[in-house]
C-alpha cells in the first residue's frame, strides 16, 4: 500500500467516525424526545427509518465503486457521504428541516454541483474511447446536465413515493402544510390553490437546476478553452484482486 492509499485510508476512516457519531447522537437525541412525550411513536419511526436510510446511501457510494471497479475521488467521496448525512439525519433527526427554513432548498441547490460532478465522472468513464476535443467535452457536459437533472427528479419521485405509501403522515413534500380541514367527502380544504406539494416540489427542482447549471456553464467555458481541463473528473480504476496461485501436487507434499 502506497503513501497516498493510507493517507486516504486515515482520512476516510477519520470521516465515517465522524459522520457515525453524528447519526448516532441524532439517533440518541430522537429516541430520548420520544421518552419525554415529544412526539408519537409513529414519528419515531419515521425518525429511525431514515436514519436506516442514510446508512443505506453511504454504503451505495462505497457499493458503486465496488461495482464499477472505480475509485472516486477522496473529496468526492467525503462530500457525497455528507451530503447524505446532512440531508437525512441533520434534516430529519435534528430537526434542521424545521430550525432552518431553507435548509431542504440548500441542499437541493448544493445538489446541482454535486451530482454533476458524478455525471461528469461516468460520462468520461463512458467516452474513454472518444478522442479529445469540443465533442467529447459538450457529450460529457450534457450528460452531467442530464444526470443531475434526473436525480434530482427521481429524488422527488422517492419522495412523492414514500409520502403515498408509508404509514404514519409522511410530509416530505410539505403536501400537508396547506391543509386546514377536510370536508366530509374527503377532500382537504387548503390554503394553496396549487398545493403546497407542487409548490415545494417544483421548487426543489427548480434549485437542483439552478445548482447544476450554475456549475456546468463556467466549467463548460474552461473546457472548451482547453478541453484537457476535464480530465480532471476521470475516475481512477480499481485493480482487480489478484487470485493466488494455486499450489502444484508437488508444492503440496
Known amino acids: ?17 465522524v459522520l ?17 412525550g415529544a412526539f408519537e411513536q409513529g414519528e419515531l419511526l419515521r425518525r429511525l427509518w431514515y436514519a436506516v436510510l442514510c446508512i443505506a446511501m453511504i454504503a451505495a457510494v462505497f457499493l458503486a465503486e465496488l461495482l464499477f471497479r472505480i475509485r472516486f475521488s477522496l473529496a468526492l467521496e467525503v462530500s457525497l457521504m455528507a451530503f447524505a448525512v446532512a440531508a437525512l439525519c441533520g434534516g430529519n433527526l435534528y430537526d434542521l428541516y424545521g430550525a432552518l427554513p431553507f435548509w431542504d432548498k440548500i441542499l437541493h441547490t448544493l445538489s446541482g454541483p454535486l451530482f454533476s460532478i458524478v455525471g461528469l465522472s461516468f460520462a468520461l468513464l463512458l467516452l474513454r474511447d472518444m478522442p479529445e ?12 446536465l442530464l444526470f443531475s437533472l434526473a436525480v434530482g427528479y427521481l429524488w422527488e419521485v ?10 404514519g403522515g409522511y410530509n416530505n413534500q410539505r403536501w400537508q402544510n396547506g391543509v386546514v380541514g377536510q370536508l366530509p367527502n374527503g377532500n382537504y380544504e387548503v390554503t394553496e390553490p396549487r398545493g403546497s406539494g ?5 421548487s426543489d427542482l427548480i434549485c437542483n437546476l439552478c445548482g447544476t447549471v450554475a456549475f456546468l456553464l463556467p466549467a463548460l467555458f474552461l473546457f472548451w478553452r ?9 475516475l481512477e480504476s480499481r485493480p482487480a484482486r489478484k487470485k493466488k496461485a494455486r499450489p502444484s501436487p508437488e508444492e503440496r507434499e
Open 1 to 17: 500500500m502506497t503513501h497516498s492509499d493510507t493517507k486516504r485510508k486515515r482520512i476516510l476512516i477519520l470521516t465515517l467516525s
Open 20 to 36: 457515525a457519531l453524528v447519526l448516532l447522537g441524532g439517533i440518541v437525541c430522537t429516541v430520548v424526545r420520544y421518552r419525554n
Open 133 to 144: 476535443g469540443t465533442g467529447k467535452v459538450l457529450a460529457a457536459v450534457l450528460f452531467a
Open 158 to 167: 422517492f419522495e412523492y413515493a414514500v409520502d403515498s405509501l408509508m404509514p
Open 198 to 202: 407542487l409548490i415545494d416540489t417544483m
Open 226 to 234: 482547453k478541453p484537457s481541463r476535464i480530465d480532471l473528473f476521470t
